[in-house]
T-cell receptor, first 110, second 113 residues
């Protein structure tokens, strides 16, 4: 069966510090991978999606970047965090049809 | 540009009654639609989906209706149970789910015992 791991679950970072959130998927090959953010009072905003290794599409201009160094690994990064980067970050995978989500990372930038 | 809209941020329903959550979309290329349920501090979980070749899909207490001409879909939960209290997101995709999912802003459903 397929599983998705996302870590850490919670993170408190100072403004200007770097960020690295990691997501790995097991039990499937060549999945589509996604990073979403749920900010307070808002829906799920698609940040990045990837259809293969090294292929990243950015949906919104922002202070974040994503990389896919391996087929089932998706990393969300920032060189310098802003206060507005606070939110609940979700990784997801799909192979067509429904997407399956990780447990999320609560990021608080202070 | 919000392509998937859930105009009701919240909804309260008595236990045992029907809950109806609504969703509208603007992109006529969407042909696959999904509903997700989300509890606080957890990832969304998939509930039910429907493709544009159908107008209804049923799974237990959950039924999704699609009106393509109105670009509208709805999720019916009957009977509603306290455990159904959560935020519900509708989502849409092109190419029968092979493209990225676009989510609505969510509706918080509260079931009153």
């Amino acid at each position: 069966s397929q599983t998705i791991h996302q870590w850490p679950a919670t993170l408190v970072q100072p403004v200007g510090s770097p960020l690295s959130l990691e997501c790995t998927v097991e039990g499937t090959s060549n999945p589509n991978l996604y990073w979403y953010r749920q900010a307070a009072g808002r829906g799920l905003q698609l940040l990045f999606y990837s259809v293969g290794i090294g292929q990243i599409s950015s949906e919104v201009p922002q202070n974040l970047s994503a990389s896919r160094p391996q087929d089932r690994q998706f990393i969300l990064s920032s060189k310098k965090l802003l206060l507005s980067d606070s939110g609940f970050y979700l990784c997801a995978w799909s192979v067509g049809g429904e997407a399956f989500f990780g447990q999320g990372t609560r990021l608080t930038v202070v | 540009d919000q392509q998937v809209k859930q105009n009701s941020p919240s909804l309260s329903v008595q236990e045992g009654r029907i809950s109806i959550l609504n969703c509208d979309y603007t992109n006529s290329m969407f042909d696959y639609f999904l509903w997700y349920k989300k509890y606080p501090a957890e990832g969304p979980t998939f509930l039910i989906s429907i493709s544009s070749i159908k107008d209804k899909n049923e799974d237990g207490r959950f039924t999704v209706f699609l009106n393509k001409s109105a670009k509208h879909l709805s999720l019916h939960i009957v009977p509603s149970q306290p455990g159904d209290s959560a935020v519900y997101f509708c989502a849409a995709s092109e190419n029968f789910g092979n493209e990225k999912l676009t989510f609505g802003t969510g509706t918080r459903l509260t079931i009153i015992p």
